[in-house]
């Protein structure tokens, strides 16, 4: 399993980015994946993740009404629009997938994730 993570980049207060994770070979039938990030100094944090059909999704309470977690599954690849960025997004972002599951522990707890991308870095400037 390979998690490809990019869009990662420098951006001004205010502004907006989108990361992209490509994922290829067996993700598992119907997964769910995740984002997730972590600060310097800081520990990995979960940031947003999705259901296979794009139905549920669960995000972090800092970004709420900022960013928003997409999926196009003819393309293997999960999104995150990020907007309104501001210095404290400033992390290395990094994709997960794990199997499918149905309760919201799963979908936000990193320890629960089998595959990780190796991330991307956000830098936010103020």
């Known amino acids: 399993v390979q998690l490809q993570a990019s869009g990662g980049g420098l951006v001004q207060a205010g502004g907006s980015l989108r990361l992209s994770c490509a994922a290829s070979?067996?993700?598992?039938?119907?997964?769910?994946m995740g984002w997730f990030r972590q600060a310097p100094g800081k520990e990995r944090e979960f940031v947003a993740a999705?259901?296979?059909?794009?139905?549920?999704?669960y995000y972090a309470d800092s970004v709420k009404g900022r960013f928003t977690i997409s999926r196009d599954n003819a393309k293997n690849t999960v999104y995150l629009q990020m907007n309104s960025l501001k210095p404290e997004d400033t992390a290395v972002y990094y994709c997960?997938?794990?199997?499918?599951?149905?309760?919201?522990?799963?979908?936000?707890?990193?320890?629960?994730?089998?595959?990780w991308g190796q991330g991307t870095l956000v830098t936010v400037s103020s």
């Open positions: 997960a997938v794990r199997p499918p599951s149905r309760a919201s522990y799963y979908y936000m707890n990193l320890k629960e994730y089998h595959y």
């Open positions: 070979g067996d993700t598992f039938s119907s997964n769910i």
């Open positions: 999705i259901s296979w059909s794009g139905g549920i999704t």
